[in-house]
Nanobody
Framework: QVQLVESGGGLVQAGGSLRLSCAAS????????MGWYRQAPGKQRELVAS???????DYADSVKGRFTISRDNAKNTVYLRMNSLKPEDTDVYYC???????????????WGQGTQVTVSS
């Protein structure tokens, strides 16, 4: 089994910053892409940012220039630095990872439990 544990969400004023972290643990052989998604009540979950095992990144247009995704492969951890936050960034943020498990080597896609980010105006 593999678990993704997120941290770093909270309440911040518009223009402020937060950093989200997501640590993967368990029976892991390797992790391919990792990413952050967000979802508001009644809406579909949408990609915020993703990063490959080699460090290639992709961002939603709405966060380009404000958010930065990074990862520490040695710690199986992905980060999302969020600057210049806006009230419309308020959502539950979910971590996602494509994991190859150890013994047996199988591919699974995992989600974290979600962390609330609230940006006040």
């Amino acid at each position: 089994q593999v678990q993704l544990v997120e941290s770093g969400g909270g309440l911040v004023q518009a223009g402020g910053s937060l950093r989200l972290s997501c640590a993967a643990s368990g029976s892991i052989f390797s992790i391919n892409s990792m990413g952050w998604y967000r979802q508001a009540p009644g809406k579909q979950r949408e990609l915020v940012a993703s990063i490959s095992s080699g460090g290639s990144t992709d961002y939603a247009d709405s966060v380009k220039g404000r958010f930065t995704i990074s990862r520490d492969n040695a710690k199986n951890t992905v980060y999302l630095r969020m600057n210049s936050l806006k009230p419309e960034d308020t959502d539950v943020y979910y971590c996602n990872a494509d994991v190859v498990t150890a013994g047996p080597m199988l591919w699974y896609n995992y989600w974290g439990q979600g962390t609330q980010v609230t940006v006040s105006s």
